[in-house]
């Protein structure tokens, strides 16, 4: 089966394999966002926001796409393809009987209220859930703070399913986070 990464197209944006070819507008994109990201994400290693760190990052980001073990596109709005507009990503991904992904994403803080993250997310989970990946399941955690990507989850049709006491050191503390998952109605079997 082939589980290699694969451009998207939305109506609004332009998903994009991570490669080593995105560095320059992967930097830019953390350092226009430094501030609205800084109270979601862990600590940043030293250097992180560097052409050779993020060269680095995606050159690894292929090779976890190549194996099967993470997938993860960089997007822009298809009139802008000079700025990254965010990221999805579906990592630790599980074969065997759990078919099973974490999602994890990121938009720019000047983009958020337009349902640019919800269309973007809709065409990954369509495609994370069709015969080319034909995952069972996907799962986020999102600390239960951050309404608005809680919204969106449910929106998109995730569940609660628990919470995660002191699950990441997040801005300064051990942070709670929500598990949610969704699960993939047209599920056609465990592959052999």
């Given at each position: 089966?082939?589980?290699?990464?694969?451009?998207?197209?939305t109506?609004?944006?332009?998903?994009?394999?991570?490669?080593?070819?995105?560095?320059?507008?992967?930097?830019?994109?953390?350092?226009r966002?430094?501030?609205?990201?800084?109270?979601?994400d862990?600590?940043?290693?030293?250097?992180?926001?560097?052409?050779?760190?993020?060269?680095?990052?995606l050159?690894?980001?292929?090779?976890?796409?190549?194996?099967?073990?993470?997938?993860?596109?960089?997007?822009?709005?298809?009139?802008?393809?000079?700025?990254?507009?965010?990221?999805?990503?579906?990592?630790?991904?599980?074969?065997?009987?759990?078919?099973?992904?974490?999602?994890?994403?990121?938009?720019?803080?000047?983009?958020?209220?337009?349902?640019?993250?919800?269309?973007?997310?809709?065409?990954?989970?369509?495609?994370?859930?069709?015969?080319?990946?034909?995952?069972?399941?996907?799962?986020?955690?999102?600390?239960?703070?951050?309404?608005?990507s809680?919204?969106?989850?449910?929106?998109l049709?995730?569940?609660?399913?628990?919470?995660?006491?002191?699950?990441?050191?997040?801005?300064?503390?051990?942070?709670?986070?929500?598990?949610?998952?969704?699960?993939?109605?047209?599920?056609?079997?465990?592959?052999?």
């Amino acid at each position: 089966m082939d589980t290699s990464l694969h451009a998207i197209t939305t109506p609004r944006v332009q998903l994009v394999p991570a490669g080593v070819d995105l560095t320059d507008r992967v930097v830019d994109f953390y350092v226009r966002n430094a501030t609205h990201l800084a109270p979601w994400d862990p600590p940043i290693p030293e250097g992180f926001r560097t052409q050779a760190f993020q060269r680095e990052r995606l050159a690894k980001a292929e090779g976890e796409a190549a194996a099967g073990t993470a997938l993860r596109w960089w997007f822009y709005l298809s009139d802008q393809p000079q700025s990254l507009a965010g990221s999805i990503g579906l990592t630790a991904i599980a074969r065997g009987p759990f078919q099973n992904a974490m999602l994890g994403y990121s938009l720019d803080g000047q983009l958020q209220g337009q349902g640019l993250m919800r269309e973007a997310l809709a065409a990954v989970i369509q495609h994370a859930f069709s015969a080319v990946l034909n995952l069972h399941r996907i799962q986020a955690n999102v600390r239960p703070d951050n309404v608005r990507s809680l919204r969106l989850l449910e929106h998109l049709g995730f569940e609660f399913e628990g919470l995660a006491r002191d699950y990441l050191f997040i801005d300064g503390a051990w942070r709670d986070h929500q598990m949610l998952a969704l699960r993939n109605a047209g599920f056609n079997g465990i592959p052999e």
